[in-house]
């Protein structure tokens, strides 16, 4: 359970700093040109980006160094408040078609929550 969890994370953890790197990086244009709503939610695009990031960020290195582990366990539900916004602002938008990543990624935190809470806790250093 241990090793799924740690490729849970990592997968995870590379999707959403992958993610912000292009939100945060990536010209506004070739932003456009995927998602066509970012031209009126530049503030939003950049947000979401940082969100991601640090997302990313918590649910490897906290678990990893075993400093502060239960900050991955946060970092997961965070980015299923994330993903579950994200779902809301593409409904609402009528894009309800493209929530699929949204849902699987809320899952795959979901499971990382119970897993590193219910089955495989990791422990602090002493």
């Known amino acids: 359970m241990n090793i799924l969890l740690w490729i849970a994370q990592v997968l995870l953890a590379v999707s959403l700093i992958w993610s912000s790197t292009m939100k945060l990086f990536q010209p506004a244009d070739k932003l456009a040109e995927m998602w066509p709503w970012t ?9 979401t980006g940082v969100l991601d ?3 990313g960020i918590g649910l490897v290195f906290p678990s990893l160094l075993r400093i502060q582990p239960k900050l991955t366990i946060y970092a997961a539900y965070g980015t299923i408040a994330l993903m579950i916004a994200a779902g809301i602002f593409h409904i609402v938008r009528g894009e309800a078609s493209q929530i699929g990543v949204n849902i699987f990624f809320a899952v795959f935190a979901v499971f990382i929550v119970w897993g ?7 422990t602090p250093k002493p």
């Open 39 to 47: 031209v009126e939610n530049a503030n939003l695009v950049k947000l």
């Open 53 to 55: 990031f640090l997302a």
């Open 116 to 122: 590193r809470l219910k089955k495989a806790p990791i």
